[in-house]
Every structure is written in structure tokens, then in C-alpha cells.
């Protein structure tokens, strides 16, 4: 049992959840076990999600109901990085959440005070619980110039129907309201969030490796970072889509499994 020649000096395995090592409710076939064989070989492992929405419990939750027992540090969340990237930045800050309570949540567990009257500045999660009045509020606080601050880019969330309106909308829809984007983006592929995961791991670049099924996030992620790319074919990504990007990743396989030879 090894690694892809590749990859034998990574120490961590950053991996894309939906389209990577599951879709929807199902493991995508022998992710889980190329997962534990990596753990076997002394590799650190780690899941990365944009998805700002949901607790790192939830998705520990959702993997244990899988199949696959994970530890809390072995989950990251663009959440988690934007409270830190707070605490670090703007120490003391008051902050106007628009996100739902669990991203509230984890902004109070970080020792974040929020406040939508008058905050120091705005921070734009992927809000699953929106009303008008909080969105109208958050405008006016920007427009008022508050520095604003998003979780992550997405244009949507993969959902069984339909995808789901995510932030990258959010961020238009805000723009032609009162002509502002963000002044830092936090989640993949900015750079931040790929110094949170050198810094939570301790790593330098040269030893992380950034698995997911997507050219523009993931991949984009891993290149913006320094990190080793490595692309699956599982999710949405054909054969055809690498040959014509202009950034060719490090290692393309057909699913997670082919990792581990």
C-alpha cells in the first residue's frame, strides 16, 4: 500500500466534501477506506468546506452516519477561518452576522461580540434563515462604510432538486443595491483561507495536498496557496474541462480510492 509517486512527501490531504468523497447522502465507492489508508501511512487528513451554514458538527455527524469516523480538528470551515481572520484582524470587533445561528454560534464560541446595531463591522454567511429587514439593515450598515467581510464565494450549494442560492449571489445582488463587493473573501480559493490551514496545521505549503472534484475552487484553491493540487473526475469535472484549463493540476484520478495504490 502507497501513495501516488507524487504525493509521498504530503503530510496533509486538505479533501472537498460533495463530489469529492460523497454525493448527496453516498459515499462516493472506496473514498472512506483510501481515507483510512492514508491515516495508516502517517498522513494527516483534513475536510474543507466553503459551506458556512452548517457546524463542523454537522458534517462529523453526516460522515459517522456514512461510515466514517473523523476527529473535530480533522473538519475546517470557511466559518471557522472568517472568526479567526476577526480575532486576528479586528480584536475586539462587534460584528453584524447575516448567517444563520449556527454561524452565529461559532462567532460566539471564537469570543466574538454581535451586534446589528451599530457593529464595527459586517460579516456575509451563506444565510439559510434570510429575511428581508436583515439584509436591508446590512446594506445600510455598508453603506455607512463598514468594513464587509464574506465567508466564502460560492455562487451556489449543491442540493437534490435544485442548487441553492448561495453567497456568490448574495455578493451581486449587495453590489447593484449599493455599488460595494467585499473587502476580503475568506474561503476557497483565497489566499486566507489557505493560511489558516498552515497555520491550524502548522504546515508549510510544500507539504499539503488540496483533493476536489472542482477546477475554479478547489484546484484554484491549492494554486493560489502553493499547495499540490489533485483533481478527481467524480464530481463535475470532465476529462475534457482539464484539457482545456489553463491550469493543469498536479495529479488527475478518476475517484478519491485511486489515491492509495
Do not use: Q
Not at 501511512?41 to 461510515?67: P, V, W
Not at 462587534?94 to 451599530?118: C, P, Q, T, W, Y
Not at 496545521?201 to 484553491?221: C, E, Q
Amino acid at each position: 500500500m502507497t501513495l501516488t509517486k507524487e504525493l509521498l512527501d504530503v503530510e496533509l490531504f486538505l479533501f472537498d466534501m460533495d463530489g469529492t468523497v460523497y454525493i448527496g447522502d453516498k459515499e462516493i465507492a472506496g473514498s472512506f477506506d483510501a481515507i483510512r489508508a492514508l491515516k495508516k501511512l502517517g498522513k494527516r487528513i483534513c475536510f474543507f468546506t466553503n459551506n458556512s451554514s452548517k457546524a463542523a458538527e454537522d458534517y462529523i455527524e453526516k460522515l459517522h452516519k456514512m461510515g466514517l469516523d473523523i476527529t473535530r480538528d480533522e473538519i475546517y470551515t470557511s466559518g471557522e477561518v472568517t472568526c479567526e481572520y476577526v480575532n486576528r484582524v479586528y480584536p475586539g470587533a462587534s460584528v453584524f452576522v447575516m448567517g444563520n445561528e449556527k454561524l452565529k454560534a461559532e462567532f460566539i464560541r471564537h469570543g466574538i461580540k454581535l451586534s446589528e446595531d451599530n457593529p464595527d463591522l459586517c460579516v456575509l454567511g451563506f444565510d439559510t434563515e434570510l429575511e428581508y429587514w436583515k439584509l436591508y439593515r446590512f446594506c445600510k450598515w455598508l453603506n455607512k462604510g463598514k468594513p464587509y467581510i464574506a465567508t466564502h464565494p460560492d455562487l451556489n450549494c449543491p442540493a437534490d432538486e435544485c442548487p441553492m442560492p448561495d453567497i456568490g449571489g448574495m455578493i451581486l445582488f449587495i453590489n447593484a443595491t449599493i455599488s460595494r463587493n467585499p473587502d476580503i473573501i475568506i474561503g476557497k480559493p483565497e489566499r486566507e483561507a489557505g493560511e489558516g490551514v498552515k497555520r491550524k496545521f502548522n504546515l508549510p505549503a510544500s507539504k499539503i495536498a488540496m483533493v476536489g472534484d472542482r477546477l475554479y475552487t478547489d484546484i484554484a484553491f491549492g494554486f493560489n496557496n502553493g499547495f499540490k493540487t489533485v483533481l478527481v473526475l467524480s464530481g463535475e469535472t470532465t476529462e475534457e474541462m482539464v484539457s482545456a484549463s489553463d491550469r493543469k493540476p498536479d495529479v488527475v484520478l478518476p475517484f478519491v480510492k485511486d489515491l492509495i495504490k
